[in-house]
T-cell receptor, first 112, second 114 residues
Framework: ETGVTQSPTHLIKTRGQQVTLRCSSQ?????VSWYQQALGQGPQFIFQYYREEENGRGNFPPRFSGLQFPNYSSELNVNALELDDSALYLCASSGPTGNSKYFGPGTRLTVT | GENVEQHPSTLSVQEGDSAVIKCTYS??????FPWYKQELGKRPQLIIDIRSNVGEKKDQRIAVTLNKTAKHFSLHITETQPEDSAVYFCAASGINTGGFKTIFGAGTRLFVKA
């Protein structure tokens, strides 16, 4: 298993609420990216952070936002939750090229 | 927009046979092509990757080929074993005017029958 960890493991929220998911990157990795994986589908790229700056973003609305901290850990924040936000949220860490990503175990978010 | 198409969606092979999964990408800025294996309830695991300046890469029973002109890349698994059964995802990554981006295919569910 990789050194990437995520918390919490599971989360249940109500539509309209806000959620924060957390990720600790593998030692030596300064790049973190976040993905949404709906059941039976491939991961969808949300955004990527390199040295605390967002350096890439997928087709997700602004209510999906993030942070990266000086120790390279990261947060994903989702505001105004919608039912379709129910999914597995994965983070992945990598070196500065953004390649060779190592995924965390994911957070399963259910929005009711 | 950018897209990665992956085929087939399901693949069933007999143990010992070869399996081939194909992907096509649309973004010319893509320069890194990883493949991930995801077992049920587990995280995706990087199994092999290739960069755009290389046409082929092999790691034991797994190989990847890349045709930049046609924007095709493929995963080849030889001598398949039951433990190869999983969902496999291709992805294409690169930097364009919008910044870094990575796009995954929809996945191929591989069944290896003993």
């Amino acid at each position: 298993e990789t050194g990437v960890t995520q918390s919490p493991t599971h989360l249940i929220k109500t539509r309209g609420q806000q959620v924060t998911l957390r990720c600790s990157s593998q030692s030596g990795h300064n790049t973190v990216s976040w993905y949404q994986q709906a059941l039976g589908q491939g991961p969808q790229f949300i955004f990527q952070y390199y040295r605390e700056e967002e350096n890439g973003r997928g087709n997700f609305p602004p209510r999906f936002s993030g942070l990266q901290f000086p120790n390279y850990s990261s947060e994903l924040n989702v505001n105004a939750l919608e039912l379709d936000d129910s999914a597995l949220y994965l983070c992945a860490s990598s070196g500065p090229t953004g390649n060779s990503k190592y995924f965390g175990p994911g957070t399963r978010l259910t929005v009711t | 927009g950018e897209n990665v198409e992956q085929h087939p969606s399901t693949l069933s092979v007999q143990e010992g046979d070869s399996a081939v999964i194909k992907c096509t990408y649309s973004d010319s800025a893509s320069n890194y092509f990883p493949w991930y294996k995801q077992e049920l309830g587990k995280r995706p695991q990087l199994i092999i990757d290739i960069r755009s300046n290389v046409g082929e890469k092999k790691d034991q029973r797994i190989a990847v080929t890349l045709n930049k002109t046609a924007k095709h890349f493929s995963l080849h698994i030889t001598e398949t074993q039951p433990e190869d059964s999983a969902v496999y995802f291709c992805a294409a990554s690169g930097i364009n005017t919008g910044g870094f981006k990575t796009i995954f295919g929809a996945g191929t569910r591989l069944f290896v029958k003993a």
